[in-house]
């Protein structure tokens, strides 16, 4: 089973340059989540999906974009990268309801 | 979303049993308590959930207060594959996003 599927797993960018990370889950998942995680820290939410076609902004959307054209994709844009977004990337996707997630395994992402 | 509280570290003897604890006082009747852990360069997985009454399942247990205000996740032998860090996590079936705080590092001594 994938399970959900993050790509890529390692990228560097210099400051200005985009890039989008994708996540692919094959669950038939409603909700789909993009979060970050710094250092030590807990996961933050940025941006999430209750459906192909929507999106919502979360904790901390500044700098990111994302789409959901179809219901198994999520994809998370960064338009013009700065340091300050050097993280762990996580995915993740759940059925409706207080259903548990399903988390990727990450991207890392260096910003220099 | 409500909000959960979890002692920043915790140790544990492998072969022991461990009892990791979550404070959740503002917890509303349709909050579901979620535990995830996550091990060092992965992303979290669950591990249990629940609403009113204790869990078991292959992994660990949830015993949950009788007044839902506080939570222990057990794990009945822990073993060195157990070390990572544990959150604690309350969601509702409308909710759509779940808030992580730090969690707890669970150290687990050979």
């Known amino acids: 089973n994938a399970g959900v599927t993050q790509t890529p797993k390692f990228r560097v960018l210099k400051t200005g340059q985009s890039m989008t990370l994708l996540c692919a889950q094959d669950?038939?998942?409603?909700?789909m989540y993009w979060y970050r995680q710094d250092p030590g820290m807990g996961l933050r939410l940025i941006h999430y999906?209750?459906?192909?076609?929507?999106?919502a902004k979360g904790e901390v959307p500044d700098g990111y974009n994302v789409s959901r054209l179809k219901k198994q994709n999520f994809l998370l844009g960064l338009e013009s990268a700065a340091p300050s977004q050097t993280s762990v990337y996580f995915c993740?996707?759940?059925?409706?309801?207080?259903?548990?997630?399903?988390f990727g395994s990450g991207t890392r992402l260096t910003v220099v | 979303d409500a909000k959960t509280t979890q002692p920043n570290s915790m140790e544990s003897n492998e072969e022991e049993p461990v009892h990791l604890p979550c404070n959740h006082s503002?917890?509303?009747?349709?909050?579901?308590i979620h535990w995830y852990r996550q091990l060092p360069s992965q992303g979290p997985e669950y591990v249990i959930h629940?609403?009113?009454s204790n869990v078991n399942n292959r992994m660990a247990s949830l015993a949950i207060a009788e007044d839902r205000k506080s939570s222990t996740l057990i794990l009945h032998r822990a073993t060195l594959r157990d070390a990572a860090v544990y959150y604690c996590?309350?969601?509702?079936?409308?909710?759509?996003?779940?808030?992580f705080g730090p969690g707890t590092r669970l150290s687990v001594l050979p």
């Open positions: 503002t917890i509303s009747g349709t909050d579901y």
């Open positions: 996590i309350l969601r509702d079936n409308y909710g759509q996003n779940f808030v």
């Open positions: 629940g609403l009113t």
């Open positions: 669950m038939n998942h409603e909700y």
């Open positions: 993740a996707s759940s059925y409706l309801g207080a259903r548990p997630y399903t």
């Open positions: 999906s209750v459906g192909e076609g929507t999106t």
